[in-house]
Each structure stands twice: as C-alpha cells, then as structure tokens.
C-alpha cells in the first residue's frame, strides 16, 4: 500500500524549499548562510518524505475506524522512525543552529523577511518533533496492536 503524505504537509515542505533557495538567492551573507541551511536540510527532508511523514496519511482514516488492506506495511516506516529519530533529532539540532546563524545574517544586512522565514523553519522543527514524529510513531504502534489482535478502540 501507498501512503500519501497529507497534502498541508507536502506543501508546507515545498513552500519552506521555495523560501529557502530565495534566501540563498539574496546574496551576501544572508545568502551563504542560507546555503548552509540547504546542505543540511535537503537530505533531512527527503528522509522525512520517505519513511516519516507517509503514516501520517493514515491519521484520518484509522481516526474513523477504518482498517484497510496493506496499512500493515506502514510499521516497516515507523519501526525505521523509531531506529532514525535519535538521528533525525540531532540533523534537527544542526539545521536549527544553522537557521540561528541565518536569523543573526539576515539582521545584519536588514533583511527581515529572511529572518520571519527562518523562525518560522524553526517552529517547523518543533512542530515536528513534538507532533508529527510522536503521531507517526503512534500511528505504527496502533497498527501493530491491531495486527496482534488488540484491536484498539477507535472512536
């Protein structure tokens, strides 16, 4: 089975690309810290698009109590989130480091958009290590226990 990422959260990644290489295309030191950015973010982002964020296209349907043929297939996603995230966590700590450093770039040469899109990269981070992981996470234990024959209630 093929799991979808949730569409809000597909183009929230391409709109934080998007904003990413403008940043890089502004130049200077703004542009070179931005660059840094990139080389940290890209790899992470394909992991996240790969094995992270799919089970989250499977909140909604198991949410209504819908078990489907196939969401078995989503535990090999979520046991290898388990085994990454300590990874990921670290990938997220360098990449936050580096959007500081293009936050301090961007104010030094008064570019105030680039330092609005730097936090909000930031929060993106926080938002998905305090949701986004756990959720897929939960997701993967969910269809584990109903494949032992838990059979957890839903709503």
């Known amino acids: 089975m093929k799991f979808a990422i949730p569409s809000s959260l597909k183009a929230e990644h391409e ?3 998007a904003e990413l290489a403008q940043a890089i295309k502004a ?25 992270a964020l799919p089970p989250l296209g499977l909140l909604a349907a198991l949410s209504r109590g ?12 979520t046991d290898q989130l388990e085994a990454e995230l300590p990874g990921m966590l670290a990938e997220h700590r360098h990449i936050v480091a580096a959007l500081e450093a293009l936050v301090d770039a961007a104010k030094a040469e008064n570019k105030p958009h680039h330092v609005r899109f730097a936090k909000k990269l930031i929060s993106h981070a926080r938002a998905e290590e305090e949701v986004s992981y756990p959720t897929a996470l939960l997701i993967g234990r969910f269809v584990k226990a109903l494949l032992a024959g838990g059979k957890p209630k839903v709503a």
């Open 27 to 51: 130049g200077g030191r703004t542009g070179e810290a931005a660059a840094a950015v990139a080389k940290l973010m890209h790899p992470h982002f394909v992991k996240e698009e790969e094995f």
């Open 66 to 77: 819908q078990i489907e043929d196939g969401m078995a297939d989503v535990v090999k996603m």
């Open 15 to 17: 709109e934080l690309h």
